[in-house]
């Protein structure tokens, strides 16, 4: 708090703002990933695309952003649902889900539009490594449905920011 003294009277100022560097990146990591990842499983399966940081404070927060190809496909007569999330460690904290309609007839479906990418603000409170993966799933893996990631060996990024806690 500053003290400010006017005509020898006294005034208080208070200010909110600390003196540290709330706000300011203090580390960058990223990965790429590229390798063709099918997934047909109805629990959630890792994508491969997965990076690791370590808070220097308990009150640092996490910032995470994905881009990843994906698409989804479909030999069914039945609709299908695709899951995709983000995870800290086992822990869920971003969460997508997509239904696509059946295949008509004796057709196959490759949906291309599914989207791939997170970001999210995570707040881990440790100093400890924090890895964070992206992982899919599907509703049904029956009629060989799958969702695909990393396709014709796209390349998958994950980027962490540390930020410094106001």
């Not at 989804?72 to 999330?85: D, E, L």
Request: with cysteine; proline share 2%; glycine share 6%.
């Amino acid at each position: 708090m500053a003290i400010i003294t006017l005509n020898n009277n006294s005034l208080s100022s208070i200010s909110s703002l600390p003196a540290g560097v709330g706000g300011k990146v203090l580390q960058v990591v990223t990965a790429t990933y590229t390798t063709n990842t099918a997934i047909n499983a109805t629990s959630f399966a890792d994508t491969g695309l997965t990076a690791s940081i370590t808070p220097s404070s308990t009150s640092s927060k996490i910032f995470v952003a994905t881009s990843q190809g994906v698409y989804g496909y479909i030999n069914s007569s039945a609709p299908r649902v695709f899951y995709t999330q983000l995870v800290r460690g086992s822990t869920a904290i971003a969460e997508k889900q997509v239904e696509i309609e059946a295949a008509t007839g004796s057709r196959n479906i490759n949906i291309d539009a599914l989207d791939g990418g997170f970001t999210c603000l995570d707040s881990p409170s440790s100093t400890s490594a924090q890895t964070y993966k992206t992982q899919a799933k599907l509703n049904s893996a029956a009629d060989s449905s799958m969702i695909v990631f990393s396709s014709s060996s796209a390349i998958a990024t994950i980027t962490l920011m540390e930020i410094a806690a106001w």
